[in-house]
């Protein structure tokens, strides 16, 4: 049933208009005599749209120029979920010279200042990202408002000159992978958080209404050019003062804070930073948008490119017009003896495939085999550039330092500024900060010295000072690191960046450890991994030697359908369970706690600090990831780089694990094979588990976890 037609008063635009009409009425109820109704309504030939799905007969109709702001969402989301196309569709905010995702491009596409009530635009489009409790009035009022810039005196003409976006003219298959695309991006933006809690180091300091502060973790830091607002509160003696203000200088971590009005620091006071609102779009975001927009406008033919075709679109043939990466054989050269999964990978990396996946479970050296191809293809005589990137700074480090290690050391590590800067300890001659790159073509070859490896990044890729680095070193030979971990649709700006110099690409990774960042919440969102006809040729590596054998049988068993072998001196126990009886899991804001295990846990770090053992603990739960690092401080055992949530240590290894499972009635992380294989497969030498026996043998016994305690047997336990 349609509800009731109504009436709205628009207050966006400065000249007063009528009353609008509107008529709501649901998809399956629409008749052609409510198109018809609405066609009477039309004036200039121009229909403005909102995210409210409109029928067939109008979208295809090209007479009718159909206007929106975010066209591109819009088309693609016709086709997506309705099987709908839509010709002769005008994307307003083509129209500014501003960035799409900035209130200064509605502003300009709704006409300019001079003719809009500012504050009511912002009011119209706040929120935004969130269409599912976008109000009827709203959507209404935002497609009228297309409809009537569209119409000004002012703008007509320039509306005009806009591309037009016809999907109706696009293959399906083609059709179906921008539509996709555009949809994976817009709710992967949906999916950032509204608020951060900004994590602060205690050593923090105020003068004349500037307060300064060190940001403690990398994921939580404030950053440049952020113009969200920042809350800040004191707690004193039970009571809180609070303040709003936003950055005005960011060194690394070291930020900078200008206050309305003075903030008073009592002694013994705490104070906590939030910074309200969504982060922007990064570069390569914005590039990924971008891309997907002139695709569907025909202004760009990024599906024409060879490569994107060998990813989204195998059914069509693929014309290189790119040199093979190799034009004789290259012979394996490495310091180190490689096993014979090894040795296959490295010969695909070295070969004239235009495109390799290799798949490593953990400890089997996808790190080695990228050190092996890379000391083989510089070693070649060949003149032709690598290109190392990874999703996390912490892969790239692994890279670099097992180059490192193998005496390579002609390479360039470039890392933006204050990222993880004591990561870099081992390999700092190596490091170009990306805000001290050079922007002199003489300068440039300089700072690079003839360097054909270069380790970054993928979204540093995007960053536009990295483009004329791209012609001295251009990116030929690609290996992507934890490729597992990327969503397939942001490697887009890498491939239309460099159309022209993209030889080969090669993805490394393993399904079965962390999935791209908002797998479990967007259905089908895929890695290289995921997508069958790249995955199907897949070299797995086959031979572990980081996990004590046991270990490392128990994981190829249950994780890797028992094609994962194990070579370790230690073969015997290497898995102590602690029952922590004292210890429940709490509620800690959005996360989890369990102060029991706390303890347990820093127990097992101190007799490890004695004994001169290299240890790191690592939880699910990031409430409880603080409160370890706590009380390591408290108790005076070295705490930096030492507590891990999971998903931040894959790639890392250290001698003896110690993890805190944190639940004790609800199973929660567990579930998650994948990071529970990731945080149960990181000690070179042993790991202790802190839990509840009776939840682990109980409510969890079918996870990984319950297997694990299952198979070590009750002589693994230990009550704490």
């Not at 628009?10 to 009409?21: E, G, N, R, Y």
């Not at 093979?324 to 050269?333: E, G």
């Not at 190829?556 to 210890?583: A, E, Q, T």
Request: glycine share 4%; hydrophobic share 40%; net charge neutral.
């Amino acid at each position: 049933m349609s509800d009731p037609p109504y009436k709205i008063v628009q207050d966006v635009f400065k000249t007063p208009h009528a009353p609008i009409s509107v008529t709501s009425c649901p998809l399956a109820s629409l008749s052609r005599d409510n198109l018809e109704d609405l066609l009477r309504t039309v004036n200039g030939g121009i229909i403005g749209v909102a995210p409210a799905y409109g029928s067939n007969y109008v979208l295809i109709s090209p007479s009718l120029s159909k206007v929106a702001f975010q066209m591109d969402v819009l088309a693609t989301s016709l086709y997506h979920d309705l099987g709908l196309r839509v010709c002769s569709a005008v994307d307003l905010l083509s129209f500014s010279t501003a960035s799409r995702q900035s209130f200064q491009a509605i502003i300009d596409s709704m006409g300019g200042i001079d003719v809009l009530e500012k504050a009511n635009v912002a009011e119209l489009f706040r929120g935004d990202e969130d269409l599912e409790n976008t109000s009827t009035k709203q959507v209404a009022l935002q497609a009228w408002a297309a409809c009537r810039a569209a119409t000004l005196d002012h703008m007509a003409q320039c509306v005009q000159l806009i591309p037009r976006i016809d999907t109706n003219s696009f293959l399906e298959t083609r059709l179906a992978v921008f539509a996709k695309l555009v949809r994976d991006m817009k709710c992967l933006s949906a999916l950032k958080p509204t608020s951060v809690n900004n994590e602060i180091v205690e050593d923090y300091s105020i003068k004349n209404n500037e307060l300064t502060v060190v940001c403690a973790r990398f994921k939580t830091r404030i950053m440049s050019q952020d113009l969200r607002t920042i809350k800040i509160d004191v707690l004193y003696g039970g009571n809180q003062q609070s303040d709003y203000c936003r950055s005005t200088h960011v060194d690394g971590r070291t930020v900078r804070l200008t206050l309305d009005k003075p903030l008073h620091l009592p002694s013994g006071s705490t104070v906590s930073l939030t910074t309200i609102g969504k982060e922007a779009l990064t570069n390569a975001e914005k590039e990924r948008v971008d891309i997907t927009l002139r695709a569907l406008q025909r202004t760009s033919f990024i599906a024409d490119n060879p490569f994107f075709k060998a990813i989204w679109l195998p059914q069509e043939v693929s014309i290189w017009t790119t040199d093979i990466p190799f034009s004789r054989p290259v012979p394996i050269w490495f310091s180190r003896q490689l096993n014979a999964s090894q040795n296959q990978a490295v010969e695909a990396i070295v070969s004239n495939d235009r495109i390799n996946i290799i798949h490593g479970p953990p400890g089997t050296g996808k790190t080695t085999v990228i050190a092996a191809a890379v000391s083989s293809i510089t070693r070649s005589a060949w003149d032709t550039s690598v290109w190392l990137v990874a999703q996390s700074n912490v892969a790239v480090k692994n890279i670099a330092e097992k180059l490192a290690a193998v005496d390579f050391l002609a390479f360039k590590l470039i890392v933006s500024k204050g990222e993880h800067e004591h990561l870099y300890d081992k390999i700092n001659p190596n490091l170009i900060r990306s805000d001290c790159l050079e922007q002199d073509v003489v300068a440039a070859e300089r700072q690079f010295l003839g360097s054909q490896v270069i380790l970054c990044t993928l979204s540093m890729l995007s960053n536009a000072r990295i483009f004329l680095i791209t012609r001295i070193v251009p990116l030929q030979i690609v290996i992507v690191d934890e490729a597992s971990q990327v969503q397939v649709g942001d490697f887009l700006p890498m491939i239309s960046l460099f159309p022209t110099s993209l030889r080969k690409l090669v993805f490394i990774g393993d399904d079965n450890q962390l999935a791209p960042y908002g797998q479990g919440d967007i259905p089908k969102l895929q890695s290289v991994f995921e997508m069958e006809h790249l995955r199907k040729n897949a070299i797995f590596l086959d031979t572990q030697c980081i996990m004590p054998t046991r270990l490392g049988t128990f994981i190829g068993n249950n994780v890797y359908d028992s094609r994962l072998k194990s070579v370790h001196p230690n073969r015997f126990r290497c898995c102590r369970f602690l029952d922590v009886r004292r210890g429940r899991e709490s509620k800690s804001g959005s996360s989890w706690a369990n102060e029991g295990e706390v303890w347990a846990a820093i127990a097992e770090a101190k007799k490890c600090d004695n004994q001169g053992r290299s240890f790191r603990i690592i939880t699910p739960y990031d409430a409880q990831r603080a409160r370890l690092e706590d009380a390591l401080q408290r108790a005076r055992i070295p705490w930096e780089d030492r507590v891990f949530c999971v998903d931040s240590f894959q790639g890392n290894e250290a001698d003896y694990i110690i993890i805190s499972i944190v639940r004790t009635d609800k199973i929660g992380f567990l579930n998650e094979k994948r990071r529970v294989n990731v945080m149960l497969t990181r000690c070179k030498k042993g790991m202790t588990i802190c839990t509840n026996r009776a939840f682990v043998q109980g409510p969890a016994k079918q996870t990984l976890v319950g297997l694990l305690a299952n198979d070590v047997g009750p002589e693994a336990w230990e009550v704490v």
